[in-house]
Nanobody, 128 residues
Framework: VQLQASGGGLVQAGGSLRLSCVAS??????????MGWFRQAPGKAREFVAG????????YYADSVRGRFAISVDSAKNTAYLQMNSLKPEDTAVYYC????????????????????GGQGTQVTVSS
């Protein structure tokens, strides 16, 4: 599975961005994967932001972004989106998407270490 995140940029506090994660691979289907968005700021550990399973039927959010960020999924395009509203300077980080096959475990994990597939991240910078 290959994952490509895009859509980052520079935005003022209170602004919005929409990140995309395009997945590709033989017979890829979101229904067979746990998907997660993670971010890493300079000098900090990678942290969970949001994720889903089951083509977006079940979604998960970090407390720090709940109510501001929203996931959507276009299964036909193998693309997941992270709509980020009311951005804050503390949201500044490199954002990554990650995937893991659902047969490997029965629970949704918020740890980046539990994800097998990842890709290049996209920089999000929020100015104050």
């Amino acid at each position: 599975v290959q994952l490509q995140a895009s859509g980052g940029g520079l935005v003022q506090a209170g602004g919005s961005l929409r990140l995309s994660c395009v997945a590709s691979g033989r017979r890829f289907s979101f229904g067979n994967y746990y998907m997660g968005w993670f971010r890493q700021a300079p000098g900090k550990a990678r942290e969970f932001v949001a994720g889903f399973r089951g083509n977006g039927v079940n979604t998960y959010y970090a407390d720090s972004v709940r109510g501001r960020f929203a996931i959507s999924v276009d299964s036909a395009k193998n693309t997941a989106y992270l709509q980020m509203n009311s951005l804050k300077p503390e949201d500044t980080a490199v954002y990554y998407c990650a995937a893991d096959r659902t047969f490997r475990r029965s629970w949704y994990s918020r740890s980046a270490d539990d994800y097998t597939f990842g890709g290049q991240g996209t920089q999000v910078t929020v100015s104050s």
